[in-house]
């Protein structure tokens, strides 16, 4: 597996050069440490976007609980992330041919395999992190929808978003034990001082036990085996 280099650019995002152990800094970052310019570490998110596909059965049930849904414009996001990556002075195409990106694959082009979020959750409410706006994000061109989760840090409990007992009970269901197929995580850019990640979650396997756990790691991420 690929890891991120841990170090922040000139611009304030992660680094998206590639190393081979996580928590390290690629050659360029380092060089320039031994020089002695400053370096400092990758900043840790204002938010984190939580994204779990979900097929129409799980959207259908999250929507009856009490969930919204929302509806944005594909192409006002492609034009976002397009922004964000210019003001960076990267190319927006430069990992995905298709999808704009302005981030770091925090875990490599292919992420990671066989994942629990179950220990993240606790340590995102650990560090501080309230969720807040729990939507359903629906894409008309695509199979899943996505139950979106975001993590908002420096909130505080009463002003998190509240929930009917009746969505926090699905969200108990469809969460527990859950291993995911596949996980993605992106440190994104800065945008107006802020710094948003993302996790994107993608083929639910409850009946498969995971191999690895995902964890915040203080923003710089981890995974470590069960």
């Known amino acids: 597996m690929q890891y991120a280099c841990v170090a922040a650019t000139q611009e304030g995002a992660r680094c998206r050069n590639f190393v081979e152990k ?7 970052c380092q060089e320039l440490k031994t020089k002695g310019e400053e ?3 990758a900043p840790s998110p204002d938010t984190i976007l939580v994204k779990f596909n979900i097929n129409p059965g799980w959207a259908q049930k999250f929507e009856e609980a009490g969930i919204p849904r929302k509806f944005p414009s594909e192409v ?22 298709d999808i704009a990106d302005s981030g770091s694959q925090v875990f490599g082009p292919k992420g990671a395999s066989e994942v629990s979020i179950f220990q993240l ?19 008309r061109e695509k199979k899943f929808d996505v139950l979106v989760i975001p993590f908002a840090h420096g909130i505080s409990e009463k002003n998190s978003t509240f929930l009917p007992e009746k969505a926090l009970e699905l969200l108990r269901e469809f969460l527990r034990l ?11 850019s800065p945008e107006k001082g802020k710094i948003v990640h993302t996790v994107n979650l993608s083929h ?11 964890y915040f790691n203080h923003g710089l991420w981890a995974i470590e085996p069960l």
């Not at 859950?178 to 994104?188: E, I, K, R, T």
């Not at 639910?204 to 995902?214: A, G, M, T, Y």
Request: overall charge positive.
């Open 178 to 188: 859950s291993c995911w197929g596949f996980v993605h995580v992106w440190a994104n």
């Open 22 to 28: 996580p928590g390290e800094m690629c050659e360029t």
């Open 39 to 41: 370096v400092k570490l």
């Open 76 to 97: 006002i996001l492609e034009e976002k992330h397009i922004a964000q990556a210019q003001q960076v002075n990267r190319d927006p195409y430069q990992l995905r041919n």
């Open 121 to 139: 959750l606790e340590e995102l409410r650990e560090k501080g992190y309230q969720p807040q706006g729990v939507h359903i994000r629906t894409r």
């Open 204 to 214: 639910r396997e409850p009946q498969k036990s995971p191999q690895w756990n995902l």
